[in-house]
């Protein structure tokens, strides 16, 4: 039984950070269809927040198994292993990208620094059940 509802909570953590992830490869691929590497890292750099806060808040609203500060750490974890493991050896073939503050580094600390400022408002009015 602990088990089972320990796996259920770390799978409901990685799906959250996972769809923020997801979200961030989708406005960097739009955005190099559409326009410029620069304009697209730049409007990475913008969303990439946006998106962690928006998913820290519903994560901690909904569910809240970790609090803002641990939550907000797995994110930003779960981008860097994505980015370091998966996409700069198979998708880039190149690790160049970790050398671009906009296109890298300023994504990373906004999706820390988002995600928990996100994760404390979240806490702060999250749902309790009746007593």
Known sequence: MIRLQTTARAAVLCAHALL???LCGVTIAVGRAFTTLPRALLYHA???PVFFAAIAYSYAFWFGY????PAAAFFTGFVLAMDLLLVAPFVERSFAMVQSAVGFWIPVGSIFVASWIAGVAAGRTRRRPSQ
């Open 20 to 22: 923020g992830w997801a």
């Open 46 to 48: 913008v969303a990439a």
């Open 66 to 69: 970790l609090r803002a500060l």
